[in-house]
């Protein structure tokens, strides 16, 4: 089926239709339009550009099997620096950089249910098969555009079987709303006595966007609105934290058994995370968000220390949400990029990209 799919003759749709013929869904008919409209390449000054400061990332932190460390933490791979890596290649449109960390991550990190396991050490492989579900959403979609754009029907067979798992296993009702569970196991109301834990940093609106049109079966629209709205609720309170508890789904609460309890280096990802959605409650959103974190990202600790994050590689998160609100363009220096830490090295580098694609006039450019 994947060699099908390669063949430039065959239309995207009728990949899509045959992928998913004999699964139990059906990929929604407005999958292609998505994917093209999300899988276009930037323009070639841009990538000549950003191809020079992924070149420094890939050399500092992506390991010749396509493993991407963290070696400010021992030289843990995460699924989620697997997915960050897939994502900053793609946006490079460097197939071969693509396929490698793919590889790594399909050969080691893959579950028989197609989610993939959130922690793997260097000589001791995965140690812990439980999942990291916004690593699971940022896989599958990217997957999903890097088949569009680079005609791989392998790809798009992967993205679809675990856009399917993530809604079948991973979006629950709570309360009349849906949630997206940040793992299979350790979250839900039998685990947590203030259940369930969620983490509102693991709502990518862009990925939701996708695997919602990959499992159109399953509620990912409902899901994207429920995080908006829990995100501005818990803003509004003061509660926004790394990990939430939703036993009074109206009053977010901070996890109480789920460290760490700040907002800490989860939590700030949600200013990126809000630049692809839209919308009056985006709106409400992203201007509390830019209240608490002008003219830097902080971290709030639960013993009450605040600290500013200075990388750059938060800074240009904390200039994206201002310019979206005030209309400034984020600061030129900020363009000078260097790898620091892997984590704020990744969050720049797609930063980047988030900004040339989905908000342009946030460019200090005449």
């Known amino acids: 089926m994947a060699s099908f799919c390669k063949r430039l003759a065959v239309s995207f749709i009728a990949c899509v239709a045959a992928l998913t013929a004999s699964t139990d869904q059906t990929a929604h008919a407005d999958v292609a339009p998505v994917l093209d409209e999300m899988s276009r390449p930037m323009g070639p000054q841009f990538l000549h550009w950003y191809r020079g400061h992924f070149s420094a990332f890939r050399q500092r932190y992506m390991r010749i099997d396509g493993r991407i460390v963290d070696p400010e933490n021992g030289g843990v791979t995460h699924s989620e620096a697997q997915a960050y890596g897939m994502l900053i290649a793609f946006i490079a449109d460097e197939p071969v950089t693509f396929e490698q960390i793919w590889r790594f991550t399909k050969t080691n990190l893959r579950r028989p249910d197609d989610l993939f396991a959130w922690r793997y050490m260097p000589e001791r492989g995965v140690t812990d098969w439980n999942n990291a579900t916004d690593a699971d959403l940022l896989i599958a979609s990217t997957l999903a555009l890097a088949a569009k754009r680079w005609n791989r029907g392998d790809y798009l067979s992967q993205a679809i079987r675990t856009a399917g798992t993530i809604g079948r296993k991973l979006l629950r009702y709570h309360e009349g709303q849906v949630l997206l569970m940040p793992a299979i196991e350790g979250f839900d109301r039998r685990s947590q006595p203030d259940g369930p834990v969620v983490n509102l940093s693991y709502y990518n609106f862009d990925a939701l966007r996708v695997v919602g049109a990959l499992a159109p079966r399953y509620p990912f629209e409902r899901a994207a609105d429920t995080g908006v709205a829990l995100i501005a609720l818990a803003l509004e309170q003061g509660t ?13 609460t901070v996890a109480r ?14 200013g990126y995370n809000l630049m692809a959605r839209e919308g009056p409650s985006q709106q409400s959103a992203i201007a509390l968000f830019h209240r608490m974190n002008s003219p830097y990202l902080i971290r709030r600790t639960a013993d009450g220390v605040v600290t500013e994050l200075r ?13 979206e609100v005030q209309g400034t363009v984020v600061d030129p220096a900020l363009f000078d990029y260097r790898p620091t830490t892997y984590f704020a090295s990744a969050l720049h580098l797609m ?16």
């Not at 926004?240 to 977010?252: G, I, K």
């Not at 990388?311 to 310019?323: E, H, K, L, S, T």
């Not at 980047?352 to 005449?366: E, M, V």
Request: charged residues 25%; proline residues 9%.
């Open 351 to 366: 930063a980047f990209g988030q900004i040339y694609q989905r908000r342009p006039w946030c460019l200090p450019i005449s």
């Open 311 to 323: 990388d750059p590689g938060y800074r240009i998160i904390a200039d994206m949400v201002r310019c």
């Open 257 to 270: 058994k789920v460290e760490p309890h700040e907002f800490g280096y989860n939590a700030i990802r949600i």
């Open 240 to 252: 926004l934290s790394d990990w939430n508890a939703l036993e009074d789904v109206d009053r977010p």
